[in-house]
């Protein structure tokens, strides 16, 4: 089983800036870095979990139920 709270402080810094933005491409662009090694790091993430952390709605990028879990717990983690 996936445990979230193992997630280091980038990984969680880009996770949870791409929810706040809802863009990859903003995300990568407040926080200095390339977007596709970021989106690689996402993506891994959301294969380690075993589910999606993101969902598109038309041109909107929101996060999934496991994904607002996630969130959670990384913001009482590191803030």
Same mark, same amino acid.
């Given at each position: /089983?996936?445990?979230? %709270?193992t ?6 810094q880009i996770?949870l800036t791409s929810?706040?933005?809802a863009?990859?491409r903003?995300?990568a ?8 090694? /970021?989106?690689?790091? %996402?993506r891994?993430l959301?294969a ?9 709605k038309?041109r909107?990028?929101?996060l999934?139920a496991t994904?607002?879990?996630l969130?959670?717990?990384l913001?009482q983690?590191f803030?």
């Amino acid at each position: /089983m996936f445990d979230p %709270l193992t997630i280091d402080h980038q990984l969680a810094q880009i996770f949870l800036t791409s929810a706040r933005c809802a863009c990859f491409r903003q995300a990568a662009r407040s926080l200095n870095l390339h977007i596709v090694p /970021m989106r690689k790091k %996402l993506r891994k993430l959301e294969a380690t979990v075993g589910t999606p952390l993101f969902l598109y709605k038309g041109r909107e990028l929101s996060l999934s139920a496991t994904g607002r879990e996630l969130q959670q717990l990384l913001i009482q983690k590191f803030w």
